[in-house]
């Protein structure tokens, strides 16, 4: 049996031995050393203990990322509270449904956010925090607002002297099987879906970084935060992996467009870039592509001698783009583009994929770059099994299955997705299609559960906006797919109510287009449609009667 350390401990440690570097920087704005982290995270532990928060109590966070973002979740975990990431990009109803689904006593706000939501609709939380100050938007309790206006007091009389780094004690969990957080893959009440994380996956994400990439990392280096948070993919990779290293995180605190993130990774020079394939494609499409697409580039590259001085000279290139200090750059989350991937290993450039799930805090599957087999996403990670429910896992794609310390507890207050998710051997079910070659490596063929991801990394659950795009006027059926970073509806009209109606095509169409902007008032920004295409025909339907989506992809 594998010895599972202390998570809490790691951030305690890495506090304690990083105490006056830099630590956390929101981008052109302030920096905060590790120092000013624990002096934050001890005070939110004063006001946890004031206002009554008890250990294993729920703590939600909705923001974009930012410095105090990380130091709210980072105090949640280490006073022994169950944090509950939300994205920020989810609507108000949908945030409202996950903190009172979670049971959450406080909720800390991001400025975007607290304009959005209503309060009354989340009677039962204690109050609302503001992230940016840690002020009080709403407190429901006298402790709660007595406690936030004696803070400073409370801080003084604990530490009346000074605040040093061999006075930081933080919470450390009682068992690996101890609940940290709980992450929702969707904001829809149907649908919601919180995974319950335990601490043992986290730290088991932990060690896997550590041992893949601290010959990679050295204290003080910098790194950029451009994935969400309250994502796991972001949350793991972006974040906890270099605060434990003692690295110096910057935070965007802006939409991440391509121009955004080029400009950050030409000041910031990240030693390391986590990302989705969209934002490497868009940067590679617009700053490098068109400068090969001369004739005379053309010519150049298919000449033998020169084309290999050519293909440095774009490396070299390339490299800047992404700052010019980079180890690697880890691709995951969804497909990556053949014609990208075959362009960045044509000129050799550092780059991996890997695999990975919510359900698995997120890892599953990677290879450093030196190692990357194109169009895999690498092989079983430390302290995880990959296997593929199939009578021919090497030619016959089948279910992929994980199994490890990454895994999940399950879903909360959701026994029978648990059930379908988790079987009696541990093996979780990720709904994904592969296949293994002789050495490992996974191939991915197919996605079941049929999940979008969106330009910054957020998860798109197309049923989601079909069940609201079925129930608009003259809507019979719908598919929702992505075509590059747009999402399209794909809609099969009412034909015998809009006979009815006396309804020709065009006037369909100005129906439908009309039902897509009522659609999208309802929508997060990423879940908007850019437009509806009218299928005369009723979709092809499995004997099941569900709709063949592979075939409208």
């Known amino acids: 049996m594998e010895e599972i350390k202390s998570f809490n401990a790691c951030i305690e440690e890495s506090i304690k031995k990083h105490w006056n570097l830099d630590a956390l920087t929101d981008y052109k704005g302030a920096t905060l050393q590790y120092q000013d982290v624990a002096r934050k995270i001890e005070k939110l532990h004063i006001l946890f203990e004031n206002c009554g928060i008890q250990k294993g109590d729920k703590i939600a966070l909705c923001g974009r990322n930012m410095s105090n973002w990380a130091v709210a979740f980072l105090g949640t975990l280490t006073f022994g509270a169950v944090a509950v990431p939300i994205l920020h990009e989810f609507t108000p109803d949908q945030i409202h449904n996950i903190v009172n689904h979670s049971e959450a006593k406080l909720l800390f706000v991001g400025d975007v956010v607290a304009t959005q939501i209503d309060p009354a609709k989340m009677p039962d939380l204690e109050g609302i925090i503001n992230i940016p100050d840690y002020s009080l938007m709403i407190s429901r309790t006298d402790k709660l607002t007595y406690a936030r206006e004696h803070l400073n007091e409370f801080f003084g009389k604990k530490f009346p002297k000074y605040f040093r780094k061999e006075m930081v004690s933080y919470y450390k969990e009682q068992s690996p099987d101890e609940l940290a957080l709980i992450n ?195 092989k079983a990670v430390v302290h995880m099994e990959v296997k593929i429910d199939s009578p021919d896992p090497s030619r016959i794609p089948g279910e992929i299955l994980a199994r490890g310390t990454n895994v999940m507890l399950g879903y909360f207050k959701n026994e029978e997705a648990t059930k379908n998710a988790l079987d009696n051997e541990g093996w979780y079910h990720t709904g994904d299609l592969g296949i293994t070659d002789d050495q490992g490596n996974v191939f991915i063929k197919g996605r079941s559960k049929n999940m979008l991801l969106g330009a910054s990394g957020q998860n798109i659950f197309p049923e989601e906006i079909e069940d609201s795009l079925n129930s608009l006027p003259f809507v019979m059926e719908s598919i929702v797919v992505q075509r590059g970073d747009k999402l399209i509806g794909l809609v099969h009209p009412d034909m015998d109510e809009a006979k009815a109606h006396n309804l020709d095509m065009e006037k369909i169409k100005a129906i439908m287009e009309q039902n897509r902007q009522v659609l999208n008032q309802t929508q997060p920004a990423y879940c908007k449609l850019s437009g509806m295409e009218i299928y005369e025909e009723e979709f092809e339907k499995t004997p099941k009667k569900s709709i063949k989506r592979y075939l409208y992809k």
């Open 184 to 378: 929702y893959t969707s904001g829809t009440t149907g649908f919601s879906k919180g995974v319950m994380i335990p601490y043992r996956a986290m730290w088991g994400n932990l060690d896997f970084a550590s041992k893949v990439l601290d010959k990679v990392f050295s204290p003080g280096d910098n790194t950029i935060s451009i994935l969400p948070m309250a994502h796991m993919y972001g949350m793991a990779f972006e974040f906890i992996k270099e605060f434990a290293s003692g690295c110096h995180i910057f935070y965007l605190t802006r939409i991440p467009s391509p121009a955004v993130v080029a400009q950050a990774f030409s000041d910031i020079k990240p030693i390391i870039i986590i990302a989705v394939p969209l934002v490497i494609e868009k940067i590679i499409k617009k700053k490098v592509l068109p400068k090969l697409e001369t004739p005379a580039m053309k010519v150049l590259l298919r000449t033998p001698f020169i084309s290999r001085k050519i293909r440095e000279k774009i490396r070299e290139q390339v490299f800047k783009a992404f700052g010019g200090k980079l180890y690697e750059i880890i691709i995951g989350g969804a497909a990556f583009n053949q014609e990208i991937e075959q362009f960045l290993k044509s000129i050799d450039f550092p780059f991996t994929v890997g695999y990975g799930a919510t359900e698995c805090a997120p890892i599953i599957t990677y290879n450093d770059w030196r190692d990357h087999v194109a169009g895999s996403c690498g």
